[in-house]
């Protein structure tokens, strides 16, 4: 039998050979591309702009009709909504690295990208099906968190192939320009929701159109709930490009077992000792990403409870902060390229802290204390404002920090090393949300409650200065 098997590998790896070497290096980078263009609407759409206010309107009402009043009950539902972000966030942070040592002792990436983009498309067709009176609210979040990690342990197993890309002075330009790719790509999915689905005063979508073209029934908000829907079905038609183009080599590796990626886990734990510079970084971006991602989830949410703006507005809102974001990232890919990630990340968070100092200090009556005119637009514009620069500079930290982390990664692990920085940016990301949900239950003021995101971001910055901008590759040479 051995004899028989060798020649059938044999074959298989000419064939694969063949079919790589039929790819160009330019359209292996657009078909990794591909993969932020199929993703971003799960965040752009059903965490942000979309989903995540309309479930925070359904939401309210369930609470509104249990007996509470409004300020109560706004504030029950983002404290709902952000004790589930929080149990995601552990999910994704402890399984994340376990699941990069597997991917690295058994060789194959391609697999597992695969399973968890099935676990993306169900979970999010399934938010078809929430209910408007709020009575399956937990079975929705359920779906929701399960799309929401499919997500998130893809996206550790594409970065791990960015090394494989180009070289060091041109993975920062690569990173850059695919996060700008997808918010592209998320800024017109949202584009057609709006116009197309989901649903605004009168029935009608902002462009005066019966939801879904008169096939949906607006009393319904089957609009907004198909939104869940065509998040599945973007993923799944625009992945077709990332499956045909990024292929992987047939390798000899064993099927390696979990206690064997456990032992490759654990030996990369410890060696972080001897990694003063990685170690800096992953607790500096697992602080930082962590505030990041309380905005994005938390800014609809915010929009829609302190400023009582609608799913569109919101969706206007989320337009403005995507468009910021693809040209920002383009841009942060050429000042990466330039000037190296690490400044370019200390100016994003700047940046990011000051927009946030002024959003918790701004209300429908007062800015910054001083009271505002009945009908004043100033709140309107400063937070449309302040999307623009979340959207913008949040692509730029995301990519850059991308970058960062090519310079720490060991080519023998790379998935493992990209693991590392998954649990870096999930293991606590149960914080941002329990703050936000502790400080909004404290408060009772949904304004309030997302203040924490600024000391997340001030202790991330100030680890940074212990992170070596070219990284530590001298450091995991001598290891090896």
């Known amino acids: 039998m051995p004899e028989r098997r060798a020649p059938v590998l044999s074959e298989a790896k000419a064939d694969q050979g063949a079919r790589m070497s039929e790819i160009s290096a330019r359209k292996r980078i657009w078909g990794w591309?591909?993969?932020?263009?199929?993703?971003?609407?799960?965040?752009?759409?059903?965490?942000?702009?979309?989903?995540?206010?309309?479930?925070?309107?359904?939401?309210?009402?369930?609470?509104?009709?249990?007996?509470?009043?409004?300020?109560?009950?706004?504030?029950?539902a983002q404290s709902l909504w952000a004790w589930n972000m929080g149990l995601a966030g552990l999910i994704i942070g402890f399984g994340a690295p376990i699941m990069g040592a597997l991917a690295d002792t058994r060789g194959r990436r391609i697999p597992w990208i695969m399973g968890f983009s099935v676990m993306y498309v169900i979970g999010a067709a399934g938010l078809w099906f929430i209910a408007l009176d709020g009575s399956n609210l937990y079975w929705m979040l359920g779906l929701f968190t399960l799309g929401f990690v499919g997500a998130e342990y893809?996206?550790?197993?594409?970065?791990?192939?960015?090394?494989?890309?180009?070289?060091?002075?041109?993975?920062?330009?690569?990173?850059?320009?695919?996060?700008?790719?997808?918010?592209?790509?998320?800024?017109?999915?949202?584009?057609?929701?709006?116009?197309?689905?989901?649903?605004?005063?009168?029935?009608?979508?902002?462009?005066?159109?019966?939801?879904?073209?008169?096939?949906?029934?607006?009393?319904?908000?089957e609009g907004t709930r198909a939104t869940g829907p065509l998040t599945a079905l973007w993923y799944a038609v625009f992945m077709i490009p990332y499956f045909r183009w990024v292929h992987e080599p047939l390798v000899n590796k064993a099927r390696g077992t979990v206690s064997q990626a456990m032992g490759a886990l654990k030996a990369s734990i410890a060696n972080l000792k001897h990694r003063q510079s990685l170690l800096y970084f992953l607790i500096s971006s697992m602080l930082y990403r962590d505030a990041l991602n309380g905005l994005y989830a938390f800014g609809g949410?915010?929009?829609?409870?302190?400023?009582?703006?609608?799913?569109p507005q919101?969706?206007?809102?989320?337009?403005?902060?995507?468009?910021?974001?693809?040209?920002?990232?383009?841009?942060?890919?050429?000042?990466?390229?330039?000037?190296?990630?690490?400044?370019?990340?200390?100016?994003?968070i700047w940046v990011l802290i000051a927009v946030a100092v002024i959003i918790i200090n701004m209300s429908r009556e007062a800015f910054f204390g001083m009271p505002l005119p009945e009908g004043s637009s100033l709140?309107?514009?400063?937070?449309?404002?302040?999307?623009?620069?979340?959207?913008?500079?949040?692509?730029?930290?995301?990519?850059?920090?991308?970058?960062?982390?090519?310079?720490?990664?060991?080519?023998?692990?790379?998935?493992?090393?990209?693991?590392?920085?998954?649990l870096s940016g999930r293991a606590t990301a149960f914080v941002a949300p329990i703050l936000i949900g502790v400080a909004t239950t404290l408060s009772g003021s949904a304004r309030l409650g997302v203040s924490p995101v600024i000391l997340l971001f001030v202790l991330g910055l100030v680890l940074l200065r212990w992170v070596n901008a070219k990284g530590d590759s001298e450091t995991w040479e001598g290891a090896s």
Request: no cysteine; net charge negative; proline share 4%.
């Open 379 to 422: 709140p309107d514009n400063v937070l449309m404002f302040a999307g623009a620069m979340f959207g913008g500079m949040g692509g730029i930290l995301q990519a850059a920090s991308r970058t960062l982390m090519v310079r720490h990664t060991d080519p023998a692990s790379p998935t493992e090393s990209f693991g590392l920085y998954g």
């Open 314 to 348: 919101i969706g206007i809102f989320g337009i403005v902060g995507a468009t910021s974001a693809v040209f920002f990232s383009w841009i942060g890919g050429k000042l990466d390229k330039r000037f190296g990630p690490k400044p370019v990340i200390i100016a994003a």
């Open 301 to 311: 949410i915010y929009a829609n409870l302190v400023l009582g703006w609608s799913v």
């Open 154 to 221: 893809a996206l550790i197993f594409i970065n791990s192939q960015l090394p494989e890309l180009g070289t060091e002075d041109e993975v920062g330009e690569i990173s850059g320009s695919g996060f700008a790719f997808g918010y592209f790509g998320g800024l017109l999915a949202l584009i057609i929701v709006l116009v197309v689905f989901a649903e605004m005063g009168g029935g009608k979508t902002i462009a005066g159109l019966a939801p879904g073209l008169g096939l949906l029934d607006s009393d319904q908000m």
């Open 33 to 76: 591309w591909f993969f932020d263009w199929a993703s971003q609407p799960y965040h752009t759409l059903l965490v942000t702009f979309i989903f995540g206010p309309f479930f925070a309107t359904v939401a309210t009402k369930y609470f509104l009709g249990a007996g509470l009043d409004e300020q109560a009950a706004k504030a029950s």
